[in-house]
């Protein structure tokens, strides 16, 4: 049984920093994509950031240049490190995972993705 956890979230001003973690378990799959999403309250849930199992990576266009996607194959844990915050950063953040691999223009889809976290909140207040 995969299980995805996620921490880190926090309150912060516009400007601050944040590290998410997602912590798995019950997954060994050789060939895997790994994904970070977020949802504001009364929107739809956006993709923020990708990372395969071959190291390649691909960020939202609001996210580019800010956000950084990192994984620690030892630890089986993915991270989100969040800078230069902003308000409209503000949601639950979700860690999602599929068990094989993912076509790269694809990495950013929430429908190719078989497992989910239950989610952190990111608060940036202004």
């Known amino acids: 049984q995969v299980q995805l956890v996620e921490s880190g979230g926090g309150s912060v001003q516009s400007g601050g920093s944040l590290r998410l973690s997602c912590a798995a378990s019950?997954?060994?799959?050789?060939?895997?994509?790994m994904g970070w999403f977020r949802q504001a309250p009364g929107e739809g849930r956006e993709a923020v950031a990708a990372?395969?199992?071959?190291?390649?990576?691909r960020y939202a266009d609001s996210v580019k240049g800010r956000f950084a996607i990192s994984q620690d194959n030892a630890k089986n844990t993915v991270y989100l490190q969040m800078n230069s915050l902003k308000p409209e950063d503000t949601a639950m953040y979700y860690c999602?995972?599929?068990?094989?691999?993912?076509?790269?223009?694809?990495?950013?889809?929430?429908?190719?993705?078989?497992?989910w976290g239950r989610g952190t909140q990111v608060t940036v207040s202004s």
């Open positions: 990372i395969d199992s071959d190291g390649k990576t």
């Open positions: 999602a995972a599929r068990s094989s691999g993912v076509p790269y223009g694809a990495m950013l889809s929430n429908h190719w993705y078989n497992y």
């Open positions: 019950g997954y060994t799959y050789s060939s895997y994509c």
